[in-house]
């Protein structure tokens, strides 16, 4: 069992910015991959960007070009750079590792 710390949430408006972080209770050196989330009203949990260990990373075609996911060894950390937000991004976002999820962060565009 391994528990996620997710912050950076918030409200932002559309063409906005916003980092989401997920602090990782185990060491995520070894880790073969983690990813981030999310969930709109009416929909399913859908990924939204993926890192391997060895750096590599894939998007959904909704975030491409504006989401960067990236991952901090040293500090156990996930990060999610959202840049260029627009109002369909709006959802709940998970970060997952080890089989486990974090308690998810809303993230709201408007206006």
């Known amino acids: 069992q391994v528990q996620l710390v997710e912050s950076g949430g918030g409200l932002v408006q559309p063409g906005g910015s916003l980092r989401l972080s997920c602090a990782v209770s185990r060491s995520i050196f070894s880790i073969s991959a983690m990813g981030w989330y999310r969930q709109a009203p009416g929909k399913q949990r859908e990924l939204v960007a993926r890192?391997?260990?060895?750096?590599?990373?894939n998007y959904a075609d909704s975030v491409k070009g504006r989401f960067t996911i990236s991952r901090d060894n040293a500090k156990n950390t996930v990060y999610l750079q959202m840049n260029s937000l627009k109002v369909e991004d709006t959802a709940v976002y998970y970060c997952?590792?080890?089989?486990?999820w974090g308690q998810g962060t809303q993230v709201t565009v408007s206006s």
């Open positions: 997952q590792a080890y089989g486990s």
């Open positions: 890192i391997t260990n060895s750096g590599f990373t």
